[in-house]
């Protein structure tokens, strides 16, 4: 566990202090502390996009994983560089802008892609359905999750 969290803090996705090991780790509710992994999601996706409107949401706390995890994440991402593309095409897109945090930090990314058009239509976006994985429901996690901590 210790190595796959080190991996994500590779100083070319997530600036970080050297002396904050662990740094994607943080309580999900405290508004101040550090986010790496979303901050460098936001800016990627607003360098590549252009959006006019960008929402990342961590979903972590909503799975089996520490408190204050980044792995989680919901995009909504509208940008007049969706026009003409499928879906596909512009998942695609937004896959290929965060390749890095999907082959280290990123477990699950849900993508909305949509054009300005389609936002104005319909400014909405969908809410995550609560985690099944076999993990969640595990009376045993919070035990394995301490001793992966320690």
Do not use: Y
């Amino acid at each position: 566990m210790l190595s796959t969290a080190l991996r994500c803090l590779r100083p070319s996705s997530c600036t970080l202090a050297l002396s904050r090991q662990l740094a994607h780790h943080r309580p999900h509710m405290d508004p101040s502390s550090p986010r790496p992994v979303e901050t460098t999601i936001r800016t990627k996706l607003t360098q590549a996009l252009a959006p006019e409107h960008l929402e990342v949401i961590n979903e972590s706390h909503m799975h089996a994983v520490p408190p204050g995890s980044e792995s989680h994440f919901r995009v909504l991402v509208v940008s007049p560089q969706f026009e003409g593309l499928s879906l596909l095409q512009r998942h695609r897109l937004v896959n290929e802008t965060l390749r890095e945090e999907l082959s280290t930090c990123v477990h699950a990314l849900a993508i909305q892609a949509k054009t300005p058009q389609q936002w104005s239509s319909n400014p909405s976006l969908a809410k995550s359905p609560p985690c099944m994985g076999g993990s969640k429901h595990d009376n045993t996690m919070t035990e394995k999750l301490k001793a992966g901590r320690d």
